[in-house]
């Protein structure tokens, strides 16, 4: 099997049925937008994710394609509407949606993408119905749970290592989480063989965040494809940051700190600074060390499986997903 | 049966249920405007049909509370939201929650009534979970579609009769429509008598939609517990200015009509014109008739169920929610 191979042709399955979900459909106020943000590109990680978790309980990846683009697109309400909530103008170098059309729309349009992702996932009944019913739903609330969360946290200058993993695990790790037991659901695996698809999905989207915290510092400009030091100027409490504010309590860098969590940020000419200091203090070493961690732990959640190629087919994934340099 | 007292305990559990839905649930700034919604008040209506409809396929009305109360709380989803889209201040006397909080908590706040509306529902997971399922889902979209129409109908001045009716139906009536549909699911009732139940609540729900646009202009004020004429002032495509457009092509009335269209609304002094202008052409008269005729509609549909206390109990429903003066 050729894994990258693999990847591609499952991606390639996702976005031909992500193109097909909404065609020519009235309203237009309400597809064309909605056509337009499926259309936005993606790595469809969570989509196949879904067939390869069922792939590797035994399942097809075939028959897990439709639960697969309604997580998919459950992922993109949550992107509609997070944008909105972080008045960002650009997503993946386009017009976010209530920017290129208005709020009202981009409310709309993500809502309707939650009723749509259902639908899919419903087109060919699953023989499980209820728990991948009840795994999408939870998926839902705790996202929302994890959304609410990170906006606490803007204005909360107690927050811990552990609060921050916790919110991860819900705003960014959770769909991720939801692919892997959809897809175990689907594939119809077994309780024990579900629990670990989820982990190994948990370990590698707390390991993908703390990696987005650590590029935002240390990435090539050019291949991050943003500015350098976005999370500095906005005071975005980072896994850095917050491991920062844990472990530095007087001397200057504390006063650093806290000057940037009282201005909400730091102006672009402290970047060098701050990196310095993350640096000096070991906060770089520590996030790169939590990084493997977490993706050793994901490898070894998968012991629980079948030693099979559609195993070692999730651990390139993992990699894959980890590989990016911006 | 005392039909009244019948609705009122309905109503009395599905208000119990509402409370314990959230209760002390954190992160408080997502679940504490949540609970200020639910505990809103209302007459529970779609939940109550839910519980009503599932007894008159041979059901339960407590087998079918659960249930009700999802298709409740999807309800509540759409006013949060709607809300939004509406910029209105105030519900039912209270601040809405985008104006108490803001919007990105309103925002939010309605998507996570999605999860927990169909967290509810799976709690005693139906027999015929995917039909369930499948109907709440539609229910979801329709709602979407409909409120994309009527926001489309603002800038549009070719709306007719049919293209109104089609949008009340989706908008307003479809929740009704699949609340009598998820009861009948839920009571096992068979395909036709499933269907009656969505053609009598679909028809409740037009009678329902023009008698709401009605009240506006001939209601008493202090009954309606608003201002008499708002639809006017705003410029409202409501069911008498569609009717009114299509039968009034020139004169002085069209153009009163079409200065209405132009400035999007009239000042408050043209109110009685309106009023007696409507009342002239016999408008006010013709919408009367239809409230009628739906509602004779939906007594009819009723025909295809047994003949029992509880089918007397939806006719009782139905004049009890057409007979509110405001």
Redesign the interface.
């Known amino acids: 099997m050729d894994f990258k191979q693999h990847y591609l042709s499952c991606k390639s399955l996702v976005d031909e049925r992500l193109r097909a979900v909404v065609g020519p459909r ?2 237009s ?2 597809y064309e937008p909605t056509q337009y943000i499926l259309s936005g590109g993606g790595k469809r990680i969570r989509a196949v994710l879904v067939m390869l978790a069922a792939e590797a309980v035994g399942g097809t990846g075939i028959g897990a394609l439709a639960a697969g683009v309604g997580i998919e697109m459950l992922h993109n ?1 949550t992107l509609v ?1 997070d944008d ?2 972080d008045r960002a103008a650009t997503r993946r170098g386009r017009q976010t949606v209530h920017t290129r059309w208005d ?3 981009a ?2 349009v ?3 993408m ?3 992702a ?2 899919t996932l ?1 087109e060919n ?1 699953p023989k499980r ?2 728990e991948v ?2 795994a999408f ?2 998926g ?2 705790d996202v ?2 994890g ?3 990170d ?2 946290f803007e204005t909360r200058n107690d927050v811990t290592i552990d609060d921050y993993l916790h919110m991860i695990a819900m705003k960014t790790g959770r769909l991720v989480e939801t692919a892997a037991e959809v897809g175990g659901l689907v594939g119809d695996g077994t309780p024990e063989q579900i629990d670990g698809l989820r982990a190994y999905a948990r370990h590698i989207g707390q390991a993908f965040q703390i990696q987005d915290d650590l590029l935002d510092i240390t990435a090539d400009e050019a291949e991050l494809g943003k500015r350098i030091g976005g999370d500095i100027i906005e005071g975005k409490k980072t896994y850095l940051l917050v491991r920062a504010l844990e472990q530095t309590t007087d001397g200057d860098d504390r006063r650093m700190l806290d000057q940037m969590l009282a201005k909400k940020g730091l102006a672009e000419e402290m970047i060098p600074v701050m990196r310095d200091f993350y640096d000096r203090r070991g906060i770089l070493d520590s996030a790169r060390r939590d990084v493997r961690l977490y993706i050793e732990r994901a490898e070894a959640d998968l012991q629980v499986l079948p030693e099979t190629k559609a195993r070692e087919m999730l651990i390139w994934f993992a990699q894959m997903i980890m590989s990016r340099k911006g």
Chains 1, 2 share one sequence.
Request: with cysteine.
């Open positions: 009235e309203p106020s309400l309400f509407h909105i909530m709020e009202g729309t409310i709309l993500g809502d309707v939650i009723g749509l259902q639908s419903l009944p119905c209820v019913v009840r739903t939870h839902i609330i929302c749970e959304q609410a969360l906006r606490e």
